[in-house]
């Protein structure tokens, strides 16, 4: 088992109980103030039996928002990237993450207990363990800890602490139970669950329907076994573009938007308009920057299959590896070439050995291609992509939030010319060292 550790750091007060009083509040003349209180006046057995008959009938019914009113907020230490990758889809989580430039081969990784006890465990640790030495080569040779991560596999131990809300901690599990979710995603959700549960049985117990339920807000999901829409995409538009458009509403600001108004004046009537502004990206990316890309949860997601894009690896070899320039240009380049083949070779070997594709999974390193659809519509245009094209955001998503800005410049000009770093947009910079981006293009 993993060393994992789960802390559930705060929780809104009586949290079932609460959500109970808002849930009644709906159909009863008192507010949920005094329903509250009139709750907490009753002996405990019959305030449980009451709290558990209106959960069922309410949030066990698929009605969501009676989950909506409690948050959980948990610290997890020494869990494993693969997890958080599942952590940070639902986009009705939050999230503070420690950074992967962070990590030190003397953290450890976590390996399953299947692979440490197979005929290739201790090759898989060993093959592990060159991984992170290689990434502290290059980082004692001058290359960004932000780079030479890529290399470093996805059972790299990182820290999270993560907050939600019933409904979304309720999707979550049920996310999890999937297959082709790791075990190890199971174990700390399950975790997570179970302190949450103590705190709020009845929230959190599966009453049937309320786990197969539309009430969740879909997300997108890595760890499915395929997803038939990108792989027909991928045949659709073949090359090694980087960024496509593959549609947008071209029409839509002929009825009235002032994006002037929206930015120059903050004008929020216009920034909601904006909202009705779509552009559909197909966009390919290392897992570095997927992990980045799915934490702005505005923009929608839809995933390649982790498991379909090895299977590409597995075919299209050096096409589907993803190479900082500062390390391509540098005497490590080779190196790093041939230690992601390995990691890739080591998982198949794992995977003809008889070890699950989901135990397997763990071994591959960030550096691998991905594709992903993405919906970005009219305010993040400016938002998000004002934020990534900044000189100072990590280089792979600076350079696809320069493609997008791009090619909504030769869609929207009127929007394409606010598609710019904060400090073009906003006419000041926000960061606490200012690059002096702005100063240099006028000059």
């Known amino acids: 088992m993993s060393d994992f550790k789960v802390t559930l750091l705060g929780v809104t007060e009586n949290p079932q109980t609460l959500s109970v009083a808002a849930a009644l509040g709906c159909f009863e003349e008192k507010s949920s103030a005094q329903l509250m209180e009139e709750l907490m006046k009753l002996p405990e057995e019959e305030r449980l039996k009451k709290e558990r008959g209106v ?3 309410s949030f066990g019914r698929g009605h969501g928002s009676v989950g909506d009113q409690v948050h959980f907020t948990f610290s997890i230490e020494d869990l494993p990237r693969v997890v958080t990758f599942e952590l940070c889809l639902p986009e009705y989580l939050e999230h503070l993450q420690q950074s992967l430039r962070r990590a030190k081969a003397s953290r450890g990784f976590y390996l399953p ?7 290739l465990g201790k090759k898989t640790e060993v093959l592990m363990l060159k991984s992170f030495e290689l990434y502290e080569k290059m980082v004692e040779k001058g290359i960004p800890g932000e780079d030479a991560r890529f290399l470093l596999p996805l059972y790299t131990k990182t820290n999270i602490t993560t907050t939600g809300n019933a409904r979304e901690l309720c999707h979550m599990w049920q996310m999890s139970q999937r297959k082709g979710v790791p075990s190890i995603v199971r174990a700390v959700v399950d975790e997570m669950i179970s302190l949450a549960k103590g705190k709020a049985p009845y929230l959190f117990e599966d009453y049937g329907f309320n786990y197969e339920t539309l009430a969740w807000y879909p997300s997108a999901q890595l760890y499915s076994l395929r ?11 073949k090359g090694d573009k980087r960024v496509t458009l593959i549609g947008h509403n071209a029409n839509f600001l002929r009825w009235g938007i002032s994006i002037e108004k929206a ?24 897992l570095v920057c ?7 949860r505005t923009w929608n997601h839809t995933l390649e299959s982790i498991y379909d894009a090895v299977k590409s690896a597995k075919r299209e070899k050096q096409t589907r590896i993803i190479i900082p320039p500062s390390i391509k240009k540098s005497e490590f380049n080779s190196a790093f070439q041939k230690q992601h083949q390995t990691m890739l070779n080591l998982y198949c070997e794992l995977v003809k050995g008889g070890i699950s594709q989901e135990e397997a999974i763990g071994v591959m390193p960030h550096s691998l291609k991905i594709h992903t659809l993405i919906h970005v519509n009219g305010w993040n245009a400016i938002n998000s992509i004002g934020k990534r094209t900044c000189l100072t955001a990590q280089w792979e998503i600076r350079a696809i939030a320069r493609k997008m800005a791009k090619i909504i410049k030769g869609v929207y000009p009127e929007l394409g010319k606010f598609a710019e770093p904060q400090c073009i947009t906003l006419g000041e910079c926000p960061e606490v060292e200012d690059c002096y981006y702005k100063k240099k293009r006028r000059s």
């Open 55 to 57: 959960l069922k009938n």
């Open 113 to 119: 207990e299947v692979i440490k006890n197979s005929a």
């Open 227 to 237: 997803n038939p829409l990108i792989n027909d995409l991928l045949k659709s538009f």
């Open 263 to 286: 930015v120059k004046e903050r004008d929020e009537t216009e920034l909601a308009n904006l909202k009705h502004v779509h552009f559909e990206f197909f966009i390919s990316l290392s």
């Open 290 to 296: 997927l992990h980045q890309a799915i934490r702005q």
